[in-house]
């Protein structure tokens, strides 16, 4: 079997709650579900779902940089919002901005609701990259 490799964000529930931010085996990459960090702005508001997606992205982008990936690799996004009517576009302007050269298979659903009443947005991502920079060439 491949070597597994955890990858933390040093969020302090990854401990409590027994996750990590991504996992790395073989050449498959597991990015956990992934929410803004940081304060949020006018809840409630499609600006504010689309920072938070923004957010997540970013964080999603160092947990595969961290793993040994980029952006090029990911196969598949889960994207969950609380309101989909509302945020949907501005969800979907985020996720463009960081995959549309590289469309990767996406699913976006609508919630009731995330760990924290104030989080709109939770992504998800899935990888598939070379184990080694020779194998980028």
């Not at 070597?3 to 931010?21: D, L, Q």
């Not at 995959?99 to 609701?113: D, L, Q, W, Y």
């Amino acid at each position: 079997m491949p070597e597994r490799r955890n990858v933390s964000s040093g969020a302090p529930w990854e401990e409590t709650v027994g996750y990590s931010r991504a996992v790395r085996i073989g050449d498959l990459i597991a990015v956990s579900g992934t929410v803004s960090r940081g304060p949020f702005g006018r809840l409630g508001s499609s600006e504010e779902a689309y920072r938070q997606a923004l957010q997540a992205l970013r964080t999603i982008q160092e947990a595969l940089e961290a793993a040994g990936a980029r952006l090029e690799d990911v196969i598949r996004t889960r994207i969950y919002v609380t309101d989909i009517v509302r945020d949907s576009e501005a969800v979907g302007r985020a996720h463009r901005e960081f995959f549309g050269a590289i469309r990767p298979a996406a699913t976006m659903v609508e919630v009731a609701r995330l760990i924290d009443k104030k989080m709109l947005v939770e992504i998800e991502a899935d990888a598939v990259a070379p184990r080694g920079p020779e194998e980028r060439a």
